[in-house]
């Protein structure tokens, strides 16, 4: 095989994690080869639609928080690197009645980890934040060193660096087939075969897929993400809030400041229509994904227009207890496994690179991943 298609490893999928593993190989010097089906930053698969929220609290599993502190320093280190503003410090409110996770989880969690995270008083928080409708009995807590990533700049800068420092991209290049051997692993794609001493694959949607033999318990779900029509007069009000989630018997729904003047971007965390076969992504809303959101907003948000002007579909590859998948393949110790995010990953995605590239080169991670192994109970078949 030709010296130019042998490397020490190769990462599949170039989306949010993909690429932040491809900047971290070469950043140690690693020969590595990116591959991805579609063009860079596409919106074919989950890490699109201008933005995603980042926040230090996490109260979905307190083990996240170590992970989320490393992002941050190396979100920080990216865009010292490339001059770029990535992430933005909106801050951030979590509104929910204290039966409900979000922010009596927020709160255990900062505790635990001595974060700065403020309880807001209900009256204060209808004063502070007037652009939003408040329920009684609800409480809220208020995080300021949380905000949004750009997401698409994000991935961008992550393959500029990578390329930059080395590294191969190829794109519009989609895998047919893995043959992983003792110290090596085949790749075969429709342009030719490559060998890598490891492999990450970090396909998103189609992980499940690419690790048939696995028969991962992943379901795929679409997610539609709208953009709503704010008012003139309420914009600056929108356009000063933080970001925000609010949890309540109808779901758990989160959105952004107004960052365009003209729109307040808004999605259902909950909820998400299965699919069968990524390849077949539609991006038409259907009423079982819009009527939710259109409540959400006349039930929460002042001075929004019902309908959306814009749609944007993106998929969750969820596992049963939504949380990741970072760990080496149960047979083929070569083979890294990164998956399962669940909707909630993007903002771990540099620490997430640093893991798999740690895994793949060195068989080891000094970053608590424990309780993101592939042989947890939940996914026990």
Request: glycine residues 8%; proline residues 6%.
């Amino acid at each position: 095989m030709p010296r130019s298609r042998i490397f020490d490893c190769i990462v599949i999928g170039l989306g949010g994690f993909g690429s932040a593993a491809l900047l971290q190989l070469a950043q140690r010097g690693a020969r590595v080869l990116g591959l991805e089906q579609f063009g860079p930053a596409h919106d074919r698969g989950s890490s699109h639609g201008e933005t995603r929220v980042i926040r230090r609290a996490y109260f979905e599993h307190p083990d996240y928080v170590p992970l989320l502190n490393r992002a941050y320093d190396l979100w920080h280190e990216l865009e010292q690197h490339t001059s770029r503003t990535l992430y933005v410090q909106s801050g951030l409110f979590l509104a929910a009645r204290p039966e409900f996770e979000a922010v009596s989880g927020t709160l255990a969690v900062a505790q635990t980890h001595g974060l700065d995270i403020e309880e807001v008083p209900l009256q204060t928080a209808r004063s502070r934040f007037p652009a939003f409708q408040f329920h009684d009995e609800e409480i809220v807590a208020y995080e300021r060193d949380a905000g949004y990533l750009r997401v698409e700049d994000c991935i961008r800068a992550h393959l500029g660096q990578a390329q930059a420092g080395g590294a191969l991209a190829h794109f519009h290049e989609p895998v047919r087939s893995i043959e992983p051997h003792d110290s090596s692993v085949t790749v075969r794609t429709e342009r030719g075969e490559y060998t890598a001493t490891s492999l990450i694959v970090a396909g998103g949607a189609w992980s499940g897929r690419l690790l048939a033999e696995l028969n991962l318990p992943l379901q795929v779900l679409r997610k539609l993400l709208f953009w709503h029509p704010v008012s003139a007069e309420a914009a600056p009000a929108h356009q000063q809030s933080p970001c925000f989630l609010f949890q309540d018997a109808q779901g758990v729904f989160y959105g952004f400041p107004c960052i365009d003047g003209r729109t307040v971007k808004l999605a259902e965390h909950s909820g998400g229509l299965p699919i069968d076969d990524p390849d077949q992504l539609d991006g038409n809303p259907v009423a079982a994904e819009v009527d939710p959101v259109r409540a959400f907003v006349q039930r929460r948000l002042r001075s929004v227009a019902l309908s959306a002007d814009k749609y944007a579909a993106c998929m969750y590859t969820v596992t049963p207890d939504h949380h990741f998948i970072v760990d080496r393949h149960p047979v083929h110790q070569n083979v890294i496994i990164g998956s399962g995010f669940s909707g909630h990953g993007f903002k771990f995605t540099p620490a997430i690179g640093q893991t798999l590239a740690e895994l793949a080169l060195d068989r080891k991670t000094a970053l608590p991943i424990e309780f993101l192994s592939l042989h947890r109970p939940a996914l026990a078949h």
